[in-house]
């Protein structure tokens, strides 16, 4: 899989359309499975730590992290509780030249389904709630640079 770039005028607009839901009915059990391990093994090849489904040319709402050693994969997700903003610093794999400081909730509570579309329940904090809120942004076709305060290039944090 391509992860799509912002810096590409074609790629950039796939970014910008908001997904649809994921109808559970129209994919089967393989096909999900496929879908889940292609993007997981993209978003790892990348070193993220989250990839959404628009992020690779798929109009559903659909994402995938990794935080430690705990694998989500959540379909149709909404955050239905959120507590505290701070500022946090942030990157994205479709914007790979920046990072930058960004305001997200300290705390959420997001709610959607697992891949055979069982409710989800998550309350989430630290780099999970960060990174929840980040995908969710993207399936809404926003991006961290959007909203960002402040932005650097990456190559200030490499010299």
Same mark, same amino acid.
């Given at each position: 899989m391509k992860i799509y770039l912002h810096s590409n005028k074609k790629d950039e607009q796939v970014l910008r359309i908001p997904t649809e839901?994921?109808?559970?009915?129209?994919?089967?059990?393989?096909?999900?499975?496929?879908?889940?391990?292609?993007?997981?093994?993209?978003?790892?090849r990348a070193s993220g730590v %989250?990839?959404?489904?628009?992020?690779?040319g798929i109009s559903k709402q659909f994402f995938v992290a990794?935080? *430690?050693?705990?694998?989500?994969?959540i379909f149709n997700p909404k955050l239905t509780k959120k507590t505290k903003l701070i500022n946090l610093e942030e990157g994205c794999l479709s914007v790979p030249e920046n990072y930058g400081i960004i305001e997200r909730y300290e705390r959420v509570t997001l709610q959607?389904?697992?891949?055979? %579309?069982k409710k989800l329940k998550i309350n989430a904090w630290g780099l999970l709630a960060q990174v929840f809120q980040? *995908?969710?942004?993207?399936?809404?076709?926003?991006?961290?640079?959007?909203e960002a305060k402040k932005l650097y290039p990456v190559s200030s944090i490499e010299s």
């Open positions: 839901p994921v109808d559970f009915s129209m994919f089967n059990k393989q096909e999900m499975r496929t879908l889940i391990a292609s993007m997981r093994a993209t978003m790892k %989250g990839l959404s489904a628009n992020q690779v990794q935080i *430690e050693n705990k694998f989500y994969a959607g389904y697992d891949m055979n %579309g980040h *995908e969710i942004d993207h399936l809404y076709g926003k991006l961290f640079i959007d």
